[in-house]
Protein backbone atom coordinates (compact mmCIF):
# COMPACT_ATOMS: atom_id res chain seq x y z
CA UNK A 1 0.00 0.00 0.00
CA UNK A 2 1.75 3.22 -1.14
CA UNK A 3 0.35 6.22 0.82
CA UNK A 4 1.37 9.87 0.77
CA UNK A 5 0.19 12.93 1.81
CA UNK A 6 0.28 16.62 0.04
CA UNK A 7 0.81 19.12 3.23
CA UNK A 8 -0.24 22.83 2.74
CA UNK A 9 -2.91 25.16 4.11
CA UNK A 10 -6.59 25.61 3.50
CA UNK A 11 -5.79 25.16 -0.36
CA UNK A 12 -4.69 21.84 -0.05
CA UNK A 13 -7.63 21.26 0.96
CA UNK A 14 -9.26 22.21 -2.70
CA UNK A 15 -6.08 21.20 -4.74
CA UNK A 16 -6.79 18.54 -8.00
CA UNK A 17 -3.32 17.36 -6.83
CA UNK A 18 -4.53 14.59 -4.36
CA UNK A 19 -7.14 13.27 -6.52
CA UNK A 20 -4.75 13.59 -9.35
CA UNK A 21 -2.34 10.93 -8.20
CA UNK A 22 -4.97 8.63 -6.47
CA UNK A 23 -5.78 8.29 -10.36
CA UNK A 24 -2.57 7.71 -11.51
CA UNK A 25 -1.51 5.16 -8.58
CA UNK A 26 -4.74 3.64 -9.68
CA UNK A 27 -3.95 3.39 -13.24
CA UNK A 28 -0.94 2.03 -13.42
CA UNK A 29 -1.98 -0.92 -10.39
CA UNK A 30 -0.48 0.50 -7.50
CA UNK A 31 -2.97 0.37 -4.25
CA UNK A 32 -2.19 3.35 -2.33
CA UNK A 33 -3.58 7.21 -1.97
CA UNK A 34 -2.70 10.45 -1.73
CA UNK A 35 -4.23 12.51 0.85
CA UNK A 36 -4.44 16.29 1.79
CA UNK A 37 -3.69 17.54 4.90
CA UNK A 38 -4.10 21.31 5.57
CA UNK A 39 -1.40 22.17 8.43
CA UNK A 40 -0.69 25.14 11.01
CA UNK A 41 2.46 27.10 10.19
CA UNK A 42 3.94 25.93 13.37
CA UNK A 43 3.64 22.73 13.13
CA UNK A 44 5.18 21.28 9.94
CA UNK A 45 7.89 19.88 12.26
CA UNK A 46 5.23 17.52 14.32
CA UNK A 47 3.65 16.83 10.32
CA UNK A 48 6.98 15.20 8.73
CA UNK A 49 6.96 13.12 12.15
CA UNK A 50 4.07 11.73 11.33
CA UNK A 51 5.17 10.54 7.75
CA UNK A 52 7.84 8.58 9.73
CA UNK A 53 5.55 7.38 12.58
CA UNK A 54 3.03 6.03 9.83
CA UNK A 55 5.42 5.10 7.61
CA UNK A 56 4.42 7.09 4.58
CA UNK A 57 6.05 7.15 1.25
CA UNK A 58 6.63 10.74 1.62
CA UNK A 59 5.12 14.15 1.02
CA UNK A 60 4.12 16.75 -1.66
CA UNK A 61 4.70 20.43 -0.61
CA UNK A 62 2.71 23.33 -1.34
CA UNK A 63 2.08 26.70 0.45
CA UNK A 64 3.23 27.87 2.99
CA UNK A 65 5.73 25.19 3.13
CA UNK A 66 8.36 25.39 0.35
CA UNK A 67 11.07 27.05 2.02
CA UNK A 68 10.15 26.82 5.92
CA UNK A 69 10.13 22.94 5.87
CA UNK A 70 13.92 22.67 5.06
CA UNK A 71 15.10 22.50 8.75
CA UNK A 72 13.11 19.42 9.38
CA UNK A 73 14.93 17.41 6.33
CA UNK A 74 17.49 14.97 7.04
CA UNK A 75 18.64 15.79 3.55
CA UNK A 76 18.42 17.70 0.38
CA UNK A 77 19.00 16.87 -2.99
CA UNK A 78 21.29 19.35 -5.05
CA UNK A 79 18.99 20.91 -7.07
CA UNK A 80 16.69 21.57 -3.81
CA UNK A 81 19.31 23.18 -1.89
CA UNK A 82 20.62 25.44 -4.70
CA UNK A 83 17.28 26.55 -4.96
CA UNK A 84 16.47 26.90 -1.34
CA UNK A 85 12.95 25.50 -1.72
CA UNK A 86 11.52 21.63 -1.31
CA UNK A 87 7.70 20.24 -2.63
CA UNK A 88 8.91 16.65 -2.78
CA UNK A 89 9.89 14.60 0.33
CA UNK A 90 10.26 11.13 -0.06
CA UNK A 91 10.77 8.84 3.13
CA UNK A 92 12.93 5.76 2.74
CA UNK A 93 12.36 4.22 6.01
CA UNK A 94 15.39 6.40 7.74
CA UNK A 95 15.84 9.77 6.18
CA UNK A 96 13.52 12.80 5.12
CA UNK A 97 14.94 13.87 1.50
CA UNK A 98 13.28 17.04 -0.38
CA UNK A 99 13.93 17.52 -3.44
CA UNK A 100 12.45 20.56 -6.23
CA UNK A 101 10.95 19.31 -8.76
CA UNK A 102 8.92 22.66 -9.94
CA UNK A 103 11.92 23.87 -11.57
CA UNK A 104 12.25 20.77 -14.30
CA UNK A 105 8.59 20.70 -14.30
CA UNK A 106 8.29 24.53 -15.53
CA UNK A 107 11.28 23.55 -18.10
CA UNK A 108 9.68 20.45 -19.47
CA UNK A 109 6.31 22.47 -19.61
CA UNK A 110 8.08 25.27 -21.74
CA UNK A 111 9.59 22.78 -24.00
CA UNK A 112 6.24 21.18 -24.81
CA UNK A 113 4.94 24.42 -25.82
CA UNK A 114 7.73 25.18 -28.22
CA UNK A 115 9.48 27.98 -26.28
CA UNK A 116 12.84 27.68 -26.19
CA UNK A 117 14.36 29.75 -22.61
CA UNK A 118 17.56 30.31 -23.90
CA UNK A 119 18.93 33.41 -24.90
CA UNK A 120 15.20 34.79 -23.50
CA UNK A 121 14.34 37.97 -21.03
CA UNK A 122 12.19 36.93 -18.70
CA UNK A 123 10.23 38.87 -15.92
CA UNK A 124 9.15 36.66 -12.70
CA UNK A 125 6.18 37.90 -10.58
CA UNK A 126 7.00 35.92 -7.17
CA UNK A 127 9.64 35.58 -4.34
CA UNK A 128 8.93 31.87 -2.93
CA UNK A 129 9.55 28.67 -3.57
CA UNK A 130 8.01 28.55 -6.63
CA UNK A 131 10.06 31.54 -7.68
CA UNK A 132 12.96 30.75 -7.10
CA UNK A 133 12.85 27.05 -8.84
CA UNK A 134 11.72 29.45 -12.11
CA UNK A 135 14.82 31.53 -12.00
CA UNK A 136 16.83 28.55 -11.33
CA UNK A 137 16.14 27.40 -14.82
CA UNK A 138 16.20 30.49 -16.46
CA UNK A 139 18.85 30.74 -15.02
CA UNK A 140 20.27 27.31 -15.61
CA UNK A 141 18.85 27.29 -19.13
CA UNK A 142 21.18 30.84 -19.75
CA UNK A 143 18.54 32.74 -20.15
CA UNK A 144 19.65 36.56 -21.92
CA UNK A 145 18.11 38.57 -18.34
CA UNK A 146 15.96 37.65 -15.72
CA UNK A 147 13.97 40.50 -13.68
CA UNK A 148 12.53 39.20 -10.42
CA UNK A 149 9.54 41.59 -8.56
CA UNK A 150 7.23 41.11 -5.30
CA UNK A 151 6.23 43.20 -2.98
CA UNK A 152 8.58 42.08 -0.61
CA UNK A 153 11.77 42.94 -1.78
CA UNK A 154 14.10 41.69 1.10
CA UNK A 155 13.00 38.09 -0.76
CA UNK A 156 13.46 39.18 -4.08
CA UNK A 157 17.21 39.85 -3.10
CA UNK A 158 17.58 36.93 -1.46
CA UNK A 159 16.78 34.54 -4.52
CA UNK A 160 18.86 36.96 -6.78
CA UNK A 161 22.13 36.90 -4.26
CA UNK A 162 21.71 32.86 -3.69
CA UNK A 163 20.17 31.67 -7.67
CA UNK A 164 20.78 34.95 -9.82
CA UNK A 165 18.98 37.51 -11.73
CA UNK A 166 17.91 41.22 -10.82
CA UNK A 167 15.71 42.42 -8.62
CA UNK A 168 13.10 44.65 -9.93
CA UNK A 169 10.67 47.60 -7.90
CA UNK A 170 6.92 46.01 -8.14
CA UNK A 171 5.93 50.14 -7.89
CA UNK A 172 8.29 50.97 -10.84
CA UNK A 173 7.19 48.53 -13.42
CA UNK A 174 4.03 50.44 -15.10
CA UNK A 175 6.14 53.60 -15.41
CA UNK A 176 8.36 52.40 -18.57
CA UNK A 177 7.85 49.53 -21.32
CA UNK A 178 9.79 46.45 -19.78
CA UNK A 179 11.01 44.82 -22.52
CA UNK A 180 11.03 41.35 -22.01
CA UNK A 181 10.25 37.30 -24.17
CA UNK A 182 8.26 36.07 -21.12
CA UNK A 183 6.58 36.78 -18.27
CA UNK A 184 6.00 34.39 -15.68
CA UNK A 185 3.40 34.57 -12.33
CA UNK A 186 5.09 32.78 -9.51
CA UNK A 187 2.47 34.39 -6.95
CA UNK A 188 -0.75 32.83 -5.53
CA UNK A 189 -2.93 35.64 -7.21
CA UNK A 190 -4.42 36.08 -10.42
CA UNK A 191 -8.09 36.87 -9.97
CA UNK A 192 -9.10 40.38 -9.23
CA UNK A 193 -11.69 39.87 -5.51
CA UNK A 194 -7.85 38.46 -4.51
CA UNK A 195 -6.05 41.43 -5.36
CA UNK A 196 -7.79 44.05 -7.29
CA UNK A 197 -4.52 46.76 -6.74
CA UNK A 198 -1.75 44.15 -8.32
CA UNK A 199 -4.77 43.28 -10.80
CA UNK A 200 -4.84 47.20 -11.89
CA UNK A 201 -1.13 46.99 -11.62
CA UNK A 202 -0.67 44.10 -14.31
CA UNK A 203 -3.02 45.90 -16.45
CA UNK A 204 -0.92 48.86 -16.74
CA UNK A 205 2.26 47.32 -17.45
CA UNK A 206 3.75 47.63 -21.11
CA UNK A 207 5.10 44.48 -22.62
CA UNK A 208 5.64 45.23 -26.62
CA UNK A 209 8.15 42.23 -26.36
CA UNK A 210 6.40 39.90 -24.85
CA UNK A 211 5.47 36.22 -26.54
CA UNK A 212 4.33 34.04 -23.86
CA UNK A 213 2.27 34.95 -20.80
CA UNK A 214 2.61 31.66 -18.06
CA UNK A 215 0.19 31.90 -14.91
CA UNK A 216 1.06 29.36 -12.43
CA UNK A 217 -1.74 28.90 -10.86
CA UNK A 218 -5.19 26.93 -12.46
CA UNK A 219 -9.05 26.76 -12.24
CA UNK A 220 -10.02 30.38 -12.11
CA UNK A 221 -13.01 31.37 -14.21
CA UNK A 222 -11.45 34.86 -14.21
CA UNK A 223 -7.66 35.47 -14.83
CA UNK A 224 -6.46 38.87 -14.76
CA UNK A 225 -3.19 37.18 -16.76
CA UNK A 226 -4.89 35.54 -19.50
CA UNK A 227 -7.06 38.76 -19.89
CA UNK A 228 -3.83 40.73 -20.11
CA UNK A 229 -2.62 38.16 -22.76
CA UNK A 230 -5.70 37.78 -24.50
CA UNK A 231 -6.02 41.77 -24.88
CA UNK A 232 -2.73 42.00 -26.47
CA UNK A 233 -2.21 39.18 -28.68
CA UNK A 234 -0.18 37.24 -26.64
CA UNK A 235 -0.14 33.37 -25.92
CA UNK A 236 -1.01 32.51 -22.44
CA UNK A 237 -0.41 28.99 -20.58
CA UNK A 238 -2.03 28.55 -16.98
CA UNK A 239 0.17 26.42 -14.41
CA UNK A 240 -2.00 22.64 -15.65
CA UNK A 241 1.43 21.88 -17.99
CA UNK A 242 3.64 22.67 -15.76
CA UNK A 243 1.74 20.52 -12.79
CA UNK A 244 1.34 17.64 -14.87
CA UNK A 245 5.25 17.98 -16.04
CA UNK A 246 6.79 18.02 -12.40
CA UNK A 247 3.85 15.38 -11.32
CA UNK A 248 5.59 12.96 -13.58
CA UNK A 249 8.63 13.76 -11.99
CA UNK A 250 7.39 13.83 -8.10
CA UNK A 251 5.46 10.76 -8.79
CA UNK A 252 8.84 8.27 -10.30
CA UNK A 253 10.47 9.50 -6.90
CA UNK A 254 7.76 8.21 -5.00
CA UNK A 255 6.88 5.08 -6.85
CA UNK A 256 10.01 4.27 -9.06
CA UNK A 257 7.64 3.94 -11.98
CA UNK A 258 7.58 6.16 -14.98
CA UNK A 259 4.86 7.80 -16.87
CA UNK A 260 3.86 10.39 -19.03
CA UNK A 261 2.94 13.96 -18.36
CA UNK A 262 -0.36 13.39 -21.01
CA UNK A 263 -1.76 10.77 -18.79
CA UNK A 264 -1.59 13.21 -15.52
CA UNK A 265 -2.99 15.99 -17.94
CA UNK A 266 -5.71 13.66 -18.65
CA UNK A 267 -6.34 12.91 -15.20
CA UNK A 268 -6.15 16.65 -13.94
CA UNK A 269 -9.01 17.68 -16.97
CA UNK A 270 -10.83 15.08 -15.55
CA UNK A 271 -10.76 15.93 -11.70
Known amino acids: MKVFCMLG???ALRSKTP?????????VGIRGACVPFMVEPDQIGKALCSIKVLNMAGAILTIPFKETVIPHLDILSEGANIIGAVNTIIYDGKTLKGYNTNAIGFMDAMDEAGFDLTGKSALVFGSGGTARAVVFILNWLRAASILITDGDEKKTFQITKKIGGETKSLESLPDKPVLVD???????QSTIDETPEFADLVKRLETPKCKLIVDLNY???????KDMADSRGIK???GLPALAHQARRTFALLTKVQVNAHEFMKVLESV
Open 19 to 27: AMYTKILKR
Open 236 to 238: FID
Open 219 to 225: GSAENFW
Open 9 to 11: DKR
Open 182 to 188: IVVNATS
